[in-house]
C-alpha cells in the first residue's frame, strides 16, 4: 500500500472528493478527504464512508490512519480564514 493507492481507493468510492494522502511507510498514513457527499452527515458518518471504501485494507494493510473529512463549504471556510 501507498499513499497513491490509498487515494485511488477513496477517490473510486467517492469520486467528487479533493483527496490529499501522505505517507510513504506502507502502513502509516494521513489523508485529507473533502466531498459534497459529507454533507450533513456526522464526523463519525463521514469517516465510516471513508473507511467503507478501504474495507480490508484498514484491517490488513493499512496500520494507521489519521483521517481529517470536511464538506467544501467547510474547507471554504477554513481557506477564508486562513487568508484574513
Do not use: C, W
Not at 457527499?37 to 494507521?64: C, D, N
Amino acid at each position: 500500500m501507498n499513499a497513491n493507492m490509498l487515494k485511488s481507493l477513496i477517490q473510486q468510492e467517492l469520486p467528487d472528493a479533493l483527496v490529499e494522502v501522505q505517507g510513504d511507510d506502507g502502513a502509516h498514513f494521513e489523508a485529507l478527504v473533502i466531498s459534497a457527499t459529507f454533507t450533513g452527515l456526522s464526523p463519525v458518518k463521514q469517516h465510516q464512508r471513508v473507511y467503507a471504501a478501504l474495507g480490508e485494507r484498514m484491517r490488513e494493510e493499512i496500520h494507521a490512519l489519521s483521517l481529517r473529512t470536511l464538506t467544501p463549504e467547510q474547507a471554504e471556510q477554513i481557506r477564508h480564514s486562513a487568508q484574513h
